[in-house]
């Protein structure tokens, strides 16, 4: 997936950042649970749950305060 991310930092608000990861979703029963590496950034492996067909949330597995990244799909 490519987009553009809103990124806090302590020099203040950097909007419109690149954003570059894949993702996966195993069809075996997995309450919606998946894995997705960012290639962009920081970069890094993170779990993702799916909230609808359009909506998933990531949690970084390296990153010692990870953030939650919410990830909506426009049209």
């Known amino acids: 997936m490519t987009g553009t991310e809103d990124v806090g930092a302590p020099s203040g608000p950097n909007p419109g950042v690149a954003f570059n990861a894949t993702y996966s979703i195993s069809p075996s029963p997995t309450n919606g649970r ?7 950034g920081t970069g890094g492996n993170m779990v993702i749950y799916m909230i609808s067909p359009t909506k998933f949330v990531a949690i970084s597995q390296s990153d010692p305060k990870p953030a939650i990244l919410m990830f909506e799909a426009k049209n």
């Open 34 to 40: 998946g894995v997705m590496t960012a290639t962009s």
